[in-house]
Nanobody, 124 residues
Framework: QVQLVESGGGLVQAGGSLRLSCAAS????????MGWFRQAPGKEREFVGYISRNGGITLHADSVKGRFAISRDNAKNTVYLQMNTLKPEDTAVYYC?????????????????WGQGTQVTVSS
């Protein structure tokens, strides 16, 4: 059973930065394809970023491209989301997830395991 624990969320002013971490346990981390999603109040959960097993392939949502960067450290069993130039519309609960399926990596239904989420609030 894979367990994921996010950390690093908080309150930040617009234009600021945060780095989210997601620590994984259970199984072999280097075999996991990972994603970050977010969910704002009253909205659907939306894709933010994806990273392949060795980190060689990354994908980011258009809304965060150029501002956010997903990365991973397989030696530390951790995936990161560096968030720069934050905007109030980035306010949401951020989740990391593992996919073992061969489906579309931007779809939440493709993911098998989820963390509990970490709140990010960006003030204007």
């Amino acid at each position: 059973q894979v367990q994921l624990v996010e950390s690093g969320g908080g309150l930040v002013q617009a234009g600021g930065s945060l780095r989210l971490s997601c620590a994984a346990s259970g199984g072999t981390f280097s075999s996991y394809r990972m994603g970050w999603f977010r969910q704002a109040p009253g909205k659907e959960r939306e894709f933010v970023g994806y990273i392949s097993r060795n980190g060689g392939i990354t994908l980011h949502a258009d809304s965060v491209k150029g501002r956010f960067a997903i990365s991973r450290d397989n030696a530390k069993n951790t995936v990161y989301l560096q968030m720069n130039t934050l905007k109030p519309e980035d306010t949401a609960v951020y989740y990391c997830a593992v996919t073992k399926k061969s489906g579309t990596v931007t779809a939440s239904a493709s993911y098998d395991y989820w963390g509990q989420g970490t709140q990010v609030t960006v003030s204007s």
